[in-house]
């Protein structure tokens, strides 16, 4: 039954609950505001138990952020000055005085903090331990000026930067408050192992080693380290430093591969204990460890290995690598370092498809670079192997490694890496014309099959979740809320852990200080309330579908490839076009949906090139071969009347190369104007379908008007009636059978254009003919016109056949007008004319009705 309250009870209900969310949100703002007031007010200051008057404004700054800038400028000044003092004033006091000067102020500086944080000033003293530090710097290059001249800049360094670290460590350590001097000691800490080796006299190998065991300590400090900044600061220097070592070993392994290699090695071992004890780094770290394996081995395996090898044996480290997707399952590696190396094997197997890529494209776009003329055998001579042919084997390697995977874009990838296998094989190693002609077919023949029937690549995949139906999803929804809307069921809901009854839900909690319950407590009586509907969601695309245009492209592909390859050799020629043909037939009449449409029309195009290879067979010329060409769109119209899905699409195809016949024909009137004929026969035929019969019947008619238009042209006539005549008698019927349909239909419509197309190029004719008899018959029929106009109250015959009656009349009454104006005096013309105007003048107002008569007369007419 309906639950649902009455609209005014409703409307009350709704009233009531506004009222208490605005008095909560009075209440929460209320709280705010004296929350805020008792922030910013001095801590001396008495707060009120509760808010009377709203908070002041807030300051743009607080107290303690002022301070901070304040410190921080006085540190900065007093660091500034110290500096100075060091390279400036050092040369003027002596060696006593400068040791005072020296210890005294490094050991205040020093010495400070610890009074300043008991006294609860702590950043007084982060400041003034700061420029402590600054100072035991100054301090060490003053000892070097001074006391150690002699000593080495680097191993001098390298020293001080140890010793300041320990140092540093230990202050930071002794005064753990302050936040600054533990992360000093970690910077000072990446400078002693490099400097030392460069002190040494190493080299980039040596300072590569150097870098890694200091990137190692960092990221010890990143493990057990407790102090956030010294983590982060250990973080960087170990990306700094481990990154240049990784940097360099990869640059040993291309031109010392023995050398880098332990050093790569070293740094992936790093990597991966840092990924296997930070997950939240663990796909990072490992993806750097397995680019490092990759270069540490694929180094000297390219050593040993002949040139064209090097690129193979890095890919089968990468897919060695991609295995322990899986091989690391079942050793319970990290998921994060499974996916890391996996990634890493992945990126190096993707690297080497791309190597190989080349061949692939040559193979498949070669035969359309051609320079000379078809059947020359351009492509027909022996293929050089202009590329390795291990590309050819990366592309079969890659192809293996996705075929055991169980995933649907692992089998598009294997899809994809065979159709490449099998074009780049002809120009990889090399085979000859035939050879490779019938691998182009084979490869067009296997894709375009598993196109139409791709449920052999699907076995084993997982399937696609089919989306919840919105209105079941609406249904369950609706029927999950019902029991609370209308009552307990009958049987109660019991908990699957326990078997017993769930406790009732709690009454929602009350809002201290308002006297009410939460916001949407007053709904729970309230059934008028129904669930959205959710969105409808897409079906998933099914697999066979995405493997099935996937292998249609390829065999797309390749049949350009095998035609445009065939094209060299006349026997090729026809028989690659009749294998294409039938096989996208075949897909044409197996296929379905968009597959279908393409590979019909594909059909008609191959068709064409057969009709035209034949044609060119033969020796036929031009005219000829376009009136052979015809037999395309006979043949389309005959396959549209049976094959309705892709009736359309065919014809049109059929129809674009019967204008290429038409083209073909242009240079022989007589031909033309034939196969514009035959033209307009299959369009005729074509309309007796009732679906096509609209737009077929007026090609037929045009295709007819225009062949007998070229064929007049042909026999050299001029007269334009001949032109007119068979276009405006059709016309004329077809406005007079549409004016019985439809009576109130304008004439202009109906008439016009077929009087017009006539009526007009006579009339311009007969200005220019010499002759009586044209002007004779024109101004008879426009009288015809005209009667027939003024009789059926047809405004477009009327005026039509009046304006050329008139025009025509004029010119054959000018000769005669001019002899009598030549004969009257000269001063008789003025004064006609003047007499006509004041005639016009005096009966003005009666010509303003008569116009006014007439041209409602005309606008009544149809």
Known sequence: MDNSLPPADELVLVDRELAQLEARRTHLLARRAWLVQVLYRPARAATPRWPVTPAAPVADSTPRSAQNVLLTLGGTLLTIAAVAFTLVSWGSMGIGGRAAVLCAVTGAALAAPVALLRRGLASTAESVAVLGLVLMVLDAYALHRVALPDADGLGYAAVVSAVLAGAWAAYGSALSRLRVPLPAAVVAAQLPLPLGVLAAGGGPTAFAWAALVTAAADGAAVLWARPLPVRVTAGVGAAVLGGWALLTGGWLSLSSPWSGAPLLLAGAAVCLYAAWRTPGWAVAASVVAGLAVVAAVGGPLRSVLPGDWAVPGYVLCGLVLASVWRAGAGARLPRGVRAGLAGAGASVTALGLLWALPPVVAGALGPLARTTEVWSGEHAGPALASYPAT??????????????????????????????????????PGLPYAATLALQLLTTTATLWIAVRPAPLTRGLPRPEAAPDARTATAGAAGSAAPSATGPTDRPVTDPASGSAPPPPSAPPRVPGTGFGAPWSGWSGWSGWTPPKPRPQAPPAEPGTVLGWVAYAGGLLSAVGAVALALDVREATFVALGVVLGLLAGVAALGAGARRTVSACGAVLAAAGLVLAGAEAAGLEDHWTALALLLVPAATA??????????????????????????LAGSRPAFLALVLALGGVIAAATAVRPERRRFASWAAAGLFLLAAWV??????????????????????????????????????????????VT?????????????????????????????????????????????????????????????????????????????????????????LRDARRLRERLARMR
């Open 759 to 847: 009526l007009l190029p006579s009339l311009g004719a007969a200005w220019t003919d010499p002759e009586w008899v044209r002007p004779l018959v024109l101004g008879a029929a426009a009288l015809v016109v005209t009667l027939l106009g003024a009789r059926f109250r047809l405004q477009a015959l009327l005026l039509l056949g009046g304006t050329v009656l008139a025009l025509d009349g004029l010119h054959e009454l000018a000769p005669y007008v001019v002899q009598v104006v030549g004969a009257l005096p000269r001063w008789l013309p003025p004064a006609l004319a003047g007499l006509l105007l004041l005639a016009v003048g005096a009966t003005y107002e009666q010509r």
């Open 391 to 428: 590309a050819a084997l990366v592309l079969a390697v890659g192809a293996a490694a996705l075929a055991s995977v169980a995933r649907l874009w692992a089998r598009c990838g294997v899809l994809v890496l065979v159709w490449a296998l099998l074009t780049a094989l002809p120009v990889s």
């Open 638 to 663: 005959a396959v549209g009347a049976t094959a309705r899905p892709v009736a359309l699409p065919v014809e049109i195809t059929g129809a674009t190369v019967g204008l290429c016949a038409v083209g």
């Open 711 to 756: 064929r007049l042209g042909a026999w050299g006539v001029t007269t334009p009636e001949a032109y007119t005549l068979p276009v405006t008698v059709p016309a004329l019927v077809v406005g007079f059978l549409r004016r019985r349909r439809d009576p109130a239909a304008s004439s202009w419509t109906a008439y016009g254009p077929g009087l017009a």
